[in-house]
């Protein structure tokens, strides 16, 4: 139940506020929620509203999806700032709520930012939440494993909101300059270049492109044609220089390629150049940490099993942090991975498993090595033979694993590259026991 003030003025708030989206089908993003017949838009469109957290990075549609919600429900609906309230205006609320589920009527309390409540506050929800006085829906930016008082967050459904690509909010710069509520219906030159250098700006927060946007229309140049914003305009406004870095064109695969190939080269001092040009051009730093992950096992893989760990930790601190503060975290990742022992064993293992996989995906699995839960299978064979390594003394066994067309296949070859040196030397002992003993 939508209630608006009746001094209300939209022409007053920002851009992003004017053009909040008014029904799901209005939201761009977010499809693996509220796509058809999708988990969060069944239960918004039926008015079944359970006690649920909004998760996800800034401007993603967390307090958009609350703002539909209260114009869809029949419930009476108040927002909660978690920044101007205290325990005090909590209470009052609740005992206005209590009273309205006596009379029969529901109440959805949405709280913004609830990380910030501390636990005494967040506990002074949690008797209401249970008795059912109340609909709790949090927003937060947080992880509310976290950040969310376990008792409170056990009675709620979390929904994990995904950081908008570029394309998204490129979509929805292109409805805002033909909104008429945007701009009072005046027609706005803008080249597509320079929305996909808002977006890319922006890293994934609709609210940010939406206010450089108004910001750059602003400071527009007003022709006979409309309003011109160029890419000078946009650079001023952002104190940010358009790099010739475009993450939809040939540019932005040409300078991962140059990133990947300074770190194989084991060169961290270009591999760190690149990675700045990246960032500084706008890039999505989970994009760049996605792909340090996979050179860490493609290129350097047990030869130090370290980078992995190194990879992931890098992505999570740009999952926490975001830009700027995360660029030091991918700086850290790629010179370790420049500097690290290199090895493709695991990845040309994997490719020429995969090349025999596909050709014989109905290649039978040995009946040695089936499992055999039920007595049929038993009696079928299966598990015969089965040779259990932890009942040897050398915990080896003789047993083949392959399937029969592929005895003897081998498939990783270590190189003599750090640890990688030593599994070499490792593997080599394990294939000359197995020798030795299928002999006898």
């Known amino acids: ?84 309230s205290g ?102 030159n803008i080249s597509d270049e320079d929305l996909y250098f808002i977006a890319n700006f922006s890293n994934g927060d609709a609210r940010a492109a939406l206010s450089t946007l108004e910001m750059a229309v602003d400071n527009g140049e007003i022709t006979d044609d409309g309003i011109n914003v160029n890419s000078q305009i946009i650079e001023d406004i952002t104190s940010k220089k358009s790099f010739l870095y475009d993450k939809k064109g040939e540019e932005h695969y040409n300078i991962i390629s140059a990133l990947h190939k300074s770190m194989r080269n084991s060169d961290p001092d270009a591999a760190v150049y690149w990675l700045s040009r990246m960032l500084e051009a706008g890039e999505d730093p989970l994009y760049v940490a996605r792909r340090v992950i996979r050179f860490a096992s493609e290129d350097i893989g047990l030869a130090d099993p370290r980078a992995l760990q190194i990879a992931v930790s890098a992505y999570e601190s740009c999952h926490y942090l975001g830009m700027p503060e995360c660029n030091v975290n991918l700086a850290e990742a790629v010179i370790y991975m420049s500097v690290a022992p290199k090895s493709n064993a695991t990845y040309v293992a994997y490719e020429s498993a995969k090349a025999d996989a596909v050709k014989m995906l109905d290649e039978p699995v040995p009946l040695v090595i089936r499992n055999a839960p039920t007595s049929l299978m038993k009696d079928l064979g299966y598990g015969d033979g089965y040779q259990y390594a932890h009942d040897t003394e050398d915990k080896l066994t003789d047993m083949e694993c392959l399937p029969d067309s592929l005895k003897g296949r081998e498939y990783y070859h270590p190189v003599k590259q750090g640890l990688e040196e030593r599994i070499a030397e490792r593997l080599k002992q394990i294939k000359d026991w197995k020798e030795e003993h299928r002999k006898k």
């Open 1 to 84: 139940m939508f209630q608006q003030n009746l001094f209300y003025d939209e022409k007053n708030e920002p851009l992003a506020a004017r053009l909040r989206p008014q029904t799901l089908d209005d939201i761009i993003g977010q499809q693996h929620l509220i796509g058809e017949g999708k988990i969060l838009r069944r239960i918004i469109e039926n008015d079944h509203i359970p006690s649920m957290i909004f998760w996800g990075p800034p401007g993603v549609g967390k307090t958009t999806l609350a703002s539909v919600i209260a114009r869809t429900t029949k419930a009476a609906f108040i927002n909660f700032s978690a920044v101007t």
């Open 87 to 188: 325990i005090k205006e909590i209470r009052e609320v609740m005992k206005k709520a209590e009273e309205e589920n006596l009379s029969g009527n529901r109440t959805i309390v949405f709280v913004d930012e609830i990380h910030r409540f501390n636990k005494a506050q967040q506990d002074a929800f949690l008797p209401f939440v249970e008795k059912g006085s109340i609909i709790l829906i949090g927003a937060t930016t947080e992880n509310p494993s976290f950040e969310v008082n376990g008792a409170l967050l056990s009675r709620c459904r979390v929904f994990v909101l995904k950081q908008l690509s570029a394309d998204d909010i490129v979509e929805l710069l292109k409805r805002a300059i033909n909104d008429p509520r945007a701009f009072e219906g005046q027609k706005i």
